[in-house]
């Protein structure tokens, strides 16, 4: 899942209903505020720019989670 402006919180809410597998990318926790959902898997998919803080930040939000990441 990517966090662009056509998805919807209730698109994820059925995912974490059926309990589905699923994939979360680059800065998809800006939208955890209004849903249930987190993936089973975190992806940070460009790492290029790597000396921007908020992606530091980020893959440490993410790691904290309990879910794998990879970068």
Do not use: E
Request: with cysteine; charged share 20%.
């Amino acid at each position: 899942m990517g966090n662009g402006p056509s998805l919807k919180p209730w698109q994820l809410d059925r995912i974490h209903q059926n309990n589905d597998r699923s994939y979360g990318v680059n800065r998809i926790h800006l939208i955890y505020d209004q849903t249930k959902w987190r993936p089973s898997v975190w992806v940070l998919a460009d790492f290029s720019n790597s000396s921007v803080p908020v992606y530091k930040d980020d893959i440490a939000f993410h790691s904290r989670q309990g879910y794998p990441c990879y970068v």
